[in-house]
C-alpha cells in the first residue's frame, strides 16, 4: 500500500481546525493499518508458494516412480519390480494426502486471508474521502478567516455570512469522516488477532496431521524399517 501524504500546508488557515495530537492519532493508526495490508498480502503469497511447492514435490515423487516403472529393470527383476511398485503406491498416497492438506488450507487460512484483505481498499477509500473532507475544511475557514479580518461592511459581512453558511455541512462532514475512522480503525486492527487465530490453528492441524504412511514423520515408504534397507 502507497503510503498517504497528507498535506498539511496546503490552504492552511491560521486557525488550528483539528488538534495536533488528533492528527498524530489518526496517522498512528493509519499508519499501523498500512502494514497490516502490506503483511496480509505477503503471507497469502507466501502460503500460495508454499502450498505450491507441496504439490509440485508430491507430483514430481509420482512420476519418478512411473518413470521407474518403465525401467526395463523391472520386467528382469522381481524384487526391483514390487519395490518400485511399493514406491509407486507410496508416493500416490502422499500425492493425495498432500492435496488433501493444501485443500484444506486453502478453505481455513488463504480464502480468509484473501477476505480480511479485502477490507483495506475500502479503507483506503475512506482515508481518502477523509482528506479531502479535510482539504475542503481547511479552504473554508480560510475564506472565513478572510472575511472575518476585512472591514466589516455590508457585502463583507454577506460574504462572511455566506462562508460561514458553507463552512458548518464541511466542518460536520470532516468531523464524522475523521470521528468514524478514528473509532473503526484501532477495533479493526485489534480485531485480527480474533479474525486469524482459527486460521493459524487450523495451519499448524493441517501440517501436524498423522502422514498416511503410518504416522512415522520418518516412514516415507510402508516398507522400510529402522536400520534395514528397502
Same mark, same amino acid.
Given at each position: 500500500?502507497?503510503?498517504?501524504?497528507?498535506?498539511?500546508?496546503?490552504?492552511?488557515?491560521?486557525?488550528?481546525?483539528?488538534?495536533?495530537?488528533?492528527?498524530?492519532?489518526?496517522?498512528? #493508526?493509519? &499508519? !499501523?493499518?498500512? =502494514?497490516?495490508?502490506?503483511?496480509?498480502?505477503?503471507?497469502?503469497?507466501?502460503?500460495?508458494?508454499?502450498?505450491?511447492?507441496?504439490?509440485?514435490?508430491?507430483?514430481?515423487?509420482?512420476?519418478?516412480?512411473?518413470?521407474?516403472?518403465?525401467?526395463?529393470?523391472?520386467?528382469?527383476?522381481?524384487?526391483?519390480?514390487?519395490?518400485?511398485?511399493?514406491?509407486?503406491?507410496?508416493?500416490?498416497?502422499?500425492?493425495?494426502?498432500?492435496?488433501?492438506?493444501?485443500?484444506?488450507?486453502?478453505?481455513?487460512?488463504?480464502?480468509?486471508?484473501?477476505?480480511? &484483505?479485502?477490507?483495506?481498499?475500502?479503507?483506503?477509500?475512506?482515508?481518502?474521502?477523509?482528506?479531502?473532507? /479535510?482539504?475542503?475544511?481547511?479552504?473554508? =475557514?480560510?475564506?472565513?478567516?478572510?472575511?472575518? #479580518?476585512?472591514?466589516?461592511?455590508?457585502?463583507?459581512?454577506?460574504? /462572511?455570512?455566506?462562508?460561514?453558511?458553507?463552512?458548518?455541512?464541511?466542518?460536520?462532514?470532516?468531523?464524522? !469522516?475523521?470521528?468514524?475512522?478514528?473509532? #473503526?480503525?484501532?477495533?479493526?486492527?485489534?480485531?485480527? /488477532?480474533?479474525?486469524?487465530?482459527?486460521?493459524?490453528?487450523?495451519?499448524?492441524?493441517?501440517?501436524? /496431521?498423522?502422514?498416511?504412511?503410518?504416522?512415522?514423520?520418518?516412514?516415507?515408504?510402508?516398507?522400510?524399517?529402522?536400520? =534395514?534397507?528397502?
Amino acid at each position: 500500500m502507497s503510503t498517504l501524504r497528507i498535506p498539511f500546508k496546503i490552504g492552511q488557515p491560521k486557525k488550528q481546525i483539528v488538534p495536533k495530537t488528533v492528527e498524530r492519532d489518526f496517522e498512528r #493508526e493509519y &499508519g !499501523k493499518l498500512q =502494514q497490516l495490508e502490506e503483511q496480509t498480502k505477503r503471507l497469502q503469497k507466501d502460503m500460495r508458494k508454499s502450498t505450491d511447492a507441496d504439490l509440485a514435490m508430491s507430483k514430481s515423487a509420482v512420476k519418478i516412480s512411473l518413470d521407474l516403472l518403465s525401467n526395463p529393470l523391472c520386467e528382469q527383476d522381481q524384487d526391483f519390480l514390487n519395490m518400485v511398485t511399493a514406491l509407486d503406491t507410496a508416493m500416490k498416497r502422499m500425492d493425495a494426502f498432500n492435496q488433501e492438506k493444501v485443500n484444506q488450507i486453502q478453505k481455513t487460512v488463504i480464502e480468509p486471508l484473501k477476505k480480511f &484483505g479485502s477490507v483495506f481498499p475500502s479503507l483506503n477509500m475512506a482515508v481518502k474521502r477523509r482528506e479531502q473532507a /479535510l482539504q475542503d475544511y481547511r479552504r473554508l =475557514q480560510a475564506k472565513v478567516e478572510k472575511y472575518e #479580518e476585512k472591514e466589516k461592511t455590508g457585502p463583507v459581512l454577506a460574504k /462572511l455570512h455566506q462562508a460561514r453558511e458553507e463552512l458548518r455541512p464541511v466542518r460536520d462532514d470532516f468531523e464524522a !469522516k475523521n470521528k468514524q475512522l478514528l473509532d #473503526e480503525m484501532p477495533r479493526f486492527y485489534n480485531s485480527r /488477532l480474533d479474525y486469524f487465530q482459527p486460521s493459524f490453528e487450523s495451519l499448524i492441524r493441517a501440517q501436524t /496431521l498423522i502422514s498416511p504412511f503410518g504416522g512415522r514423520p520418518g516412514s516415507v515408504l510402508p516398507f522400510s524399517n529402522p536400520g =534395514q534397507g528397502p
